[in-house]
């Protein structure tokens, strides 16, 4: 049976608002950087620049839904996004 590609991503909370309700930080996998801006009160996640965007946004929404309470400010995680890059 073949394995399913798989790509490690890292991440990294740089700031975080429960006043303003938003989590501020960067991801990278294969080669690509982005920053993401995730309103969590609204559920909405913004994703730049958008040369790769397509390849990692839901796997990124899945994970900030999965591990909202444990992310800290300076904290890094690493999640496995279902591609290869």
């Known amino acids: 049976m073949a394995r399913l590609p798989a790509t490690t991503a890292q991440l990294r909370v740089l700031h975080q608002s429960f ?3 938003v989590l501020e930080g960067e991801v ?3 080669g690509f950087r982005w920053t993401f ?4 009160d609204r559920g909405e996640l913004s994703v730049e620049p958008s040369l790769g965007r397509a390849l990692i946004q839901d796997a990124l929404l899945r994970f900030l839904l999965r591990a909202d309470y444990q992310l800290e400010p300076g904290g890094d995680y690493a999640f496995t996004v ?4």
Not at 37 to 40: G, L, N, P, R, V
């Open 19 to 21: 006043s303003n309700r």
């Open 82 to 85: 279902r591609a290869r890059f």
């Open 37 to 40: 801006c995730w309103a969590f």
């Open 28 to 30: 990278s996998a294969g």
